[in-house]
């Protein structure tokens, strides 16, 4: 089954749902599962490989539009290709991000936080080398003492968006 790129907002909080995650009760093993699992769903509209048509990616800091509160994101980057002339020679996809991102309480464990940091994007096939690429991310997030810490966190905040990226 596929999406169409403008629901996957709403198809990532159903699918989060599914996984028991909800304001104020979010353990970020159960947003994890809930993302594995949306990032294999197939979207249709955007773009294929070669212009970077799906990628995830997993972000963490204290940014000034959640309140400067410590957070961890985890996204997935769409090039979408409608509303575009592709016979402009300057033509480009629009990139949209659907991101989940859980804001935590302060802790002295996060003082370095405020350089953040991110995984990359990865833009592996859906399928196989997908899930290989989030277990490797995974592993990153287990060995950083800092995410580790921050992943074992109960999340005081979660929200779900699409929004158009940079």
């Known amino acids: 089954m596929s999406i169409s790129w403008r629901s996957t907002a709403a198809a990532f909080e159903q699918i989060l749902g599914r996984h028991g995650v909800a304001a104020g009760d979010c353990t970020m ?78 802790d002295p464990a996060w003082a370095d936080l405020h350089i953040g940091g991110d995984s990359g994007f990865d833009d592996a096939a859906i399928g196989r080398p997908r899930a290989d690429a989030l277990a490797a991310t995974r592993r990153f997030i287990d060995q950083d003492p800092l995410l580790s810490a921050m992943w074992r966190s109960p999340a005081i905040d979660i929200e779900v968006t699409l929004d158009r990226a940079g």
């Open 29 to 106: 093993e159960a947003a994890w599962a809930a993302f594995e699992e949306f990032v294999q769903v197939p979207v249709e509209g955007i773009e294929g490989p070669e212009d970077d048509g799906d990628a995830f990616i997993v972000e963490w800091g204290v940014w000034d539009w959640n309140g400067n509160r410590p957070a961890l994101s985890l996204g997935r980057l769409l090039a979408v290709n409608e509303d575009a002339d592709r016979q402009d020679p300057l033509w480009q996809p629009q990139y949209w991000k659907v991101e989940f991102q859980a804001s935590f309480a302060e």
